[in-house]
């Protein structure tokens, strides 16, 4: 029992990968395949209201659970926090608290701030739900799940000889955070983070990871390597000194991605940053899995609405 | 008969509380009572498209009357003709043709300036509403409707025993105006209404209310405290020498409120400056019904959709 | 067999009116015309996503699509590409191809450059179509079709006696260009152009039209005057010596629409700059059509729909 697990085992909230039981992630997996093949259910959550409430802007992450909630036949709202007139000095609690009062059941939040996503579960209605869309570098858990989705399709749903490699900017990435604790839970045979050492965390984030500053040996063999977008801003913050600099160092090209297996699947969050952390010859290459990630990311998102909501 | 009121006695559009006759008032209040205790009408208004058409903006009160309308099976459009790309200098009347020459049939307009909602009204094609979400200082209908239902679920229909004190910056207050309308046509026994000499009318808007810059006095065995936002604006423009002052001596804590009735209840149309006109422990305490207004508020507001537009 | 028309005959997508067979511009105003008289189909693209994708914004548009797809059941999503943090620095097929993925089946694209639409239409999956909402100077395919249901309304379907004249800025106009390109498809008989020179195209747009600088000249006996709004930029660029001027030169009066045709009618894509290129008296005259317009643009949104989704 957890504030994401209730008395009977099921899912509240979906609010990090950290502490969620490897049971309940693979329900969702299973479920999320199942809704990847096309299961139907247009009336899961009708009459059910879903907001999207984001302290920071995403479009894409919105619109893909948003997708997600019509699927299901959810009533689905905006809720664009990230401008200072939509909140007028409220409290983001307040905020959070109208929203409940009028009836909305599911809410898909973003934060800039770690824990403030969590912070809002502690203050929800019984019957409503609070999922995770991002907070600060914490946690990125539907993001983690598509992923874990995208590989189960790619590799099968045994991890323990799977080689990963996470590249780039895993010190200020959410995703590389919720990548890390699924990877661990379902088993991941070997975890390499590889990256300059201004962009690596240096707590105890990459615990069981084999680090590396050399990207060409940490490709060597890898079944996957899922690539960061490098934020421009690490440039202004000094903590890269270029991005032809970055490119030559941590960019995937054809060439380096030839050291991997030969069946081996590149993965990339998006937006992708075409020929700084990856070329347009992978990106848009057979052994690219970026689009399927996006067309998991609706049906991992429907997963979890209905889990929380119906 | 009037620009509200059709020649068969139904509610064709809800401009204002100050010329609604009370048997309509009545009637919303109990129509909005029963979608309180979650009387379901999927379909009352399915096909019939309804736009929020907001030239000042304001998104909860938009979204609360987005869950309205989804409430009732309506097509809801959202136009934030606040930007000014939105209208590229085209005039308001001619925004609002053309939104009534592609087929909306319900108009929830909010407008900076006084009268000018009621001005869209009179351009409306037969089965065509209008409701006013807010316009000037003039009139907030639906705002003043969710408090009297607020009012009846705390302390029963019979106003007339009722003593309300009305709190702050009446002056620049739409909510005030309606709350007051809505009060004398409710019967209610006495209304009190206190701020800083600054913030209140010089014109008829007090009629028979009693006005003092004594809150402590103001307070003393009243049933109701309706406070109000005080925009921090009025700083700027040397209305209130700071908020310190303000709170001083316009704001409502748990000490000043044991001069109420021992049952008295806090209102507040949000958003809450907290610390300035309503303590932390007010707004969350067991007298605050504050979140039961915006609870309210969606019922109101399918109520009053429902009468105009089926 | 084109982009636009599958190997089965049908439309794929609907990207200009310059190489749809006027078989297809004829079948889909035959529809429109049946949406206009009423006809229901409410669940005609049920469970199918449609996006609004505008990489410049345009409300009104948008919001005449959202209501045809609406009328027609579609899921509907709308992304603002036009803001810089909507797509942080991803390259349009980037974002149309992560949408895509996401199962959006419709997608309804405005973009400020000349045949970046008809672009996107190349990177179409199976099944996914795309219609043009306005590319650069160049198409605006649905704006063409429901002013040629404008005139079939009040001309009738032989167009072959109809005197037209388009006024004001051809030169940038899409919608000018899209409805000489309907106009030839559907024979009309006469078609005027007239404007200043500076506001002129020098190319082939112009190719069996009679052209003129001297509105006067150019009403004599028309059926139809298509007015064209001016953008206030002309004027920064030069193109325009003043407002002033170019009302008493392009502006249509009442005085001046004695020359038309007793029963010519009036037209404007909007959104109109009353007191420039017409006048209050005739934009809000007998002889308008301009808000027949705007009901034509949902009808012949809901053929377009229908026609590439279902």
């Known amino acids: 029992m957890s504030l994401q697990i209730d008395e009977n085992g099921r899912l509240r909230h979906l609010l990090d990968l950290a502490t969620l039981p490897v049971t309940a992630m693979d329900a969702l997996l299973r479920r999320a395949q199942a809704f990847a093949d096309g299961a139907q259910v247009s009336d899961a959550l009708s009459g059910r209201a879903v907001c999207t409430l984001f302290f920071e802007p995403s479009t894409r992450t919105r619109l893909s659970f948003q997708l997600a909630a019509q699927r299901l036949g959810a009533q689905i709202l905006n809720f664009d926090a990230s401008t200072s007139s939509a909140t007028k000095g409220e409290t983001d609690l307040d905020t959070f608290r109208n929203l409940q009062a009028m009836g909305v059941r599911g809410f898909v939040v973003r934060h800039k701030a770690d824990g403030a996503v969590a912070a809002l579960a502690q203050a929800t209605a019984p019957g409503v739900a ?22 189960r399709q790619a590799k099968g749903e045994d991890f323990s000889k799977l080689k990963v490699v996470i590249v780039g ?10 990548d890390l604790h699924a990877l ?83 993965m990339h969050p998006g937006p992708m940053n075409r020929g700084i952390e990856i070329t347009d010859e992978v990106a848009d290459g057979p052994q690219s899995w970026v689009l399927r990630q996006v067309a998991n990311g609706v049906a991992v998102r429907m997963a979890v609405l209905e889990a929380v909501l119906s």
Not at 133 to 149: F, I, K, N, V
Not at 169 to 178: E, G, L, N, Q
Not at 210 to 228: E, H, K, Y
């Open 184 to 266: 661990r839970a379902l088993g991941c045979g070997e975890i390499r983070v590889c990256g300059p050492a201004t962009l690596l965390p240096d707590d105890d984030t990459l615990h069981g990871c084999t680090v590396t500053g050399d990207f060409d040996a940490a490709l060597n063999g890898v079944d996957v390597a899922m690539m960061l977008r490098l934020q421009r801003e690490r440039m202004v913050e000094g903590l890269v000194a270029s991005l032809d600099d970055y490119h030559r160092d941590y960019g995937l090209t054809a060439v380096r991605l030839r050291r991997a297996a030969a069946d081996a699947i590149v």
């Open 130 to 151: 609070i999922i995770n869309a991002g907070d600060g570098r914490s946690h990125h858990p539907s993001q983690g799940l598509l992923d874990m989705l995208t590989l």
């Open 169 to 178: 900017d895993v010190k200020h990435s959410r995703v590389a955070r919720s």
